[in-house]
Nanobody
Framework: QVQLVESGGGSVQAGGSLRLSCAASRYTYSSYCIGWFRQAPGKEREGVAF???????SYADSVKGRFTISRDNAKNTLYLQMNSLKPEDTAMYYC??????????????????WGQGTQVTVSS
């Protein structure tokens, strides 16, 4: 069973930065997608950023140019560097993964493995 554990959330002022981490264990797929979703109160969970096993990345339009997804294969850890944070970035952030070939989907139903989430709060 794949396990994903997020960390790094917190409270920051608008314009600030945070780096989220997702430690993955028992992940043995050679072709996969792994990424970040977020869910604000009263809103649907939405895809934020994804990276596939070849290193190709994709981002939601709302975070392009501000967020960067990366991974450290030696540490089995996924990162999300979030800069120029805005109050509308406030949400619970979840790490998600699944075996996949091709462009990573942003549809949450395509991901079988989820972390417990980490809260990000951006104040104005």
């Amino acid at each position: 069973q794949v396990q994903l554990v997020e960390s790094g959330g917190g409270s920051v002022q608008a314009g600030g930065s945070l780096r989220l981490s997702c430690a993955a264990s028992r992940y043995t797929y050679s072709s996969y997608c792994i990424g970040w979703f977020r869910q604000a109160p009263g809103k649907e969970r939405e895809g934020v950023a994804f990276i596939d096993s070849d290193g190709s990345t994709s981002y939601a339009d709302s975070v392009k140019g501000r967020f960067t997804i990366s991974r450290d294969n030696a540490k089995n850890t996924l990162y999300l560097q979030m800069n120029s944070l805005k109050p509308e970035d406030t949400a619970m952030y979840y790490c998600a993964a699944n075996s996949w070939v091709g462009v990573c989907p942003s549809d949450l139903t395509e991901y079988n493995y989820w972390g417990q989430g980490t809260q990000v709060t951006v104040s104005s």
